[in-house]
C-alpha cells in the first residue's frame, strides 16, 4: 500500500494543476500547443476569447501527441456538448489560431471504480488531495440513463456533467487512472487487494440500478473484471501490457456465464418438467 500511495502521490501532483496554453491551428481537426509538461490523452477544452470579460467554450481537446524535445503537444478537436441547449441556437466558431487551450480540467476530482467496499475505502482514505465522488451518484445517474451495465458514453456523461477529470478502476490487481473523456490510461498501478465478494457493476450503497427495456447497456452485468479491462483494452490498444490481463478475465468471465447459464437452464427443467410437479393421488383413483 505504500507503494501505491506513492505511485498516485506523483500521478496527482503532476496533473492537478490546469495547463494553460495559446493554440496554433494546423487544419479543422488538429492543432498545435507548446508547453513544457504534458502527457498523452490528457483532455481540455478550446476557450475563445471575445472580449477581456466575455469567453465561450467552442470544441473539446485532446493531446494526441508529445514531443519531449520540442516541447510541442498536438492536439485533436471534437464537438463540445457540456453546454448544450436543444431551446437555443449552437454557436459555428471553429478553433482559429491564438484561441486558449485548457488541459486538465477537474483533475481535483475523481471516481473511482471499485469491486468492494473494502478496496473503495482502502484506496480513498490512503489519497487526500483529491475530491473523491462517491459512486452512489453515478449509479444515480446510470439509472436514469437505464444503464445497469456502464458504457464508455456513461462515463464520459457523468464526468461531463459533475465536473470530474480523473477516472480510476480498480481491475485485474491493478488500478488504473484515465482520463474520464478521452478514456485513455495515464498509469497503472499495480495493487493486490483480497476481493471477497464483487459488487456489480462497482460498489455503490444504491441496492439496484433500473435497467431500460432494451438497448446496450440495459443487461445486467455479468462479471466485473472483464466488463472495465475490455473497456481499456478497446480505448488503449498501444498499451499491449494489458493483454494478458484482458485474456485472463476473459477466461473467468466465460468460466461464470456457463455457470450462470447451466443455473438457467437447470431452474427451466425443473419448472416445466412434468416429474417435477406434485402428484395428486385423486387423479388416479
Not at 459512486?135 to 456502464?150: E, K, R
Request: aromatic share 12%; charged share 25%.
Amino acid at each position: 500500500m505504500r507503494t501505491l500511495l506513492i505511485l498516485l502521490f506523483a500521478v496527482i501532483t503532476s496533473q492537478a494543476g490546469l495547463i494553460h496554453a495559446k493554440l496554433e491551428v494546423t487544419n479543422d481537426e488538429i492543432g498545435r500547443i507548446k508547453t513544457d509538461r504534458v502527457q498523452s490523452g490528457i483532455s481540455g477544452f478550446i476557450i475563445k476569447h471575445f472580449t477581456d470579460k466575455h469567453s465561450i467554450i467552442i470544441a473539446n481537446a485532446r493531446v494526441d501527441y508529445y514531443d519531449e524535445t520540442t516541447k510541442e503537444a498536438i492536439i485533436k478537436f471534437s464537438p463540445y456538448s457540456g453546454l448544450r441547449q436543444n431551446s437555443l441556437p449552437n454557436g459555428e466558431w471553429k478553433p482559429e489560431n491564438g484561441d486558449e487551450v485548457v488541459l486538465a480540467y477537474g483533475y481535483a476530482r475523481a471516481l473511482l471504480i471499485a469491486p468492494t467496499e473494502e478496496i473503495y475505502y482502502a484506496i480513498t482514505s490512503r489519497v487526500q488531495s483529491l475530491h473523491w465522488v462517491h459512486p452512489d451518484t453515478y449509479a444515480t445517474y446510470l439509472s436514469y440513463q437505464g444503464h445497469p451495465t456502464p458504457l464508455q458514453k456513461d462515463f464520459r456523461g457523468y464526468c461531463t456533467m459533475d465536473s470530474i477529470g480523473l477516472l480510476y478502476i480498480y481491475a485485474q490487481s491493478s488500478l488504473f487512472t484515465l482520463d474520464c473523456q478521452s478514456m485513455q490510461i495515464l498509469q497503472i498501478t499495480p495493487a493486490e487487494f483480497e476481493v471477497k465478494t464483487e459488487k456489480l457493476p462497482f460498489y455503490t450503497r444504491a441496492d439496484k440500478i433500473r435497467d431500460a427495456w432494451w438497448g446496450e447497456g440495459a443487461d445486467f452485468m455479468i462479471e466485473y473484471n472483464y466488463h472495465y479491462m475490455n473497456m481499456l483494452q478497446l480505448n488503449n490498444p498501444a498499451y499491449a501490457q494489458i493483454n494478458p490481463q484482458v485474456e485472463e478475465a476473459k477466461k473467468n468471465y466465460w468460466i461464470v456465464y456457463e455457470k450462470l447459464e447451466k443455473e438457467k437452464e437447470d431452474a427451466r427443467e425443473k419448472a416445466y418438467s412434468p416429474f417435477n410437479q406434485p402428484i395428486d393421488p385423486a387423479e388416479y383413483l
